[in-house]
């Protein structure tokens, strides 16, 4: 029988300990709720909604809700840096649109999208359900999430 | 003598290895280099630096290269919904400033610095160094380096 102890030996390396905890860290347990806009919604309304929200990253949506584009606080500050009035211009002129979207699912590892949105240099990254129309959103993970299960790691019991 | 097998048994857990590891993360391992601008700069000329650098976060110094403040995409995004004129205000006036700055050292943790992070809501610190007259800044931590030490930690030999 295992000696109960509290911890026993199994072998493994620290090394191998922290990359098998680290590939337990699933995106659901870390991710946010996605605050999503209409791709008709004008630049104006959507900074502004970016702004009520608090969020640096909105998800754009068709009239189906389906994934449609990604608006960064990086986007709407080039767009307003522009001489058009923004709430003529609809978000779908200056959106990231598909398929140029990087999208992940919640049973993924958190550190598979933490690699994804350093290698391709974006904060956030859509979590979404494959239907047969194209894909909804159901969450959203970005840096601060990242960095939040980075202090859960030093911390967790 | 210690067998000589790769690996050897410390008596800690997993919990006690993880905290052990991340506490010997230091700032200076992670840091980029930190980009600033002086305060009297225009918002407008700010926010092309940010671009031209491309960061999310810029230091504002005074004219002894001192940190005076900080600039977010999201306050640089907030002023250019105003309706002055860009190019007519300085950073100084819509920049935090200081004592309202977080600052940290190059040899603190990195894991306190990302506890910080997520307590004040911010998306970088500058790294300083102090003198008699005021901070000098000498590095930046952002969440996109939090990410990175993440990802270093689920790869490291």
Same mark, same amino acid.
């Given at each position: 029988a295992r000696p109960r102890v509290g911890y026993f030996y199994t072998g493994k390396?620290?090394?191998q300990l922290f990359a098998d905890k680290m590939k337990k860290m699933k995106v659901e347990d870390y991710q946010s709720i996605p605050v999503v806009v209409n791709e008709n919604v004008s630049v104006y309304d959507a900074i502004v909604t970016m702004f009520l929200e608090d969020v640096g990253t909105l998800f754009v949506v068709d009239d189906e809700s389906l994934l449609a584009g990604v608006l960064s606080r990086k986007d709407l500050l080039?767009?307003?840096l522009g001489k058009q009035e923004l709430t003529a211009i609809p978000?779908? &002129?200056?959106?990231?649109r598909m398929p140029n979207i990087a999208v992940c699912y919640k049973d993924d590892p958190l550190i598979d999208v933490a690699e994804q949105l350093i290698e391709k240099q974006i904060d956030a990254m859509p979590v979404v359900r494959k239907t047969e129309k194209g894909y909804e959103v159901i969450g959203r993970i970005t840096k601060t999430? &990242?960095?939040k299960a980075f202090v859960s790691l030093a911390k967790e019991d």
């Open positions: 390396t620290g090394k080039r767009a307003s978000v779908n &002129i200056i959106m990231t999430n &990242i960095t």
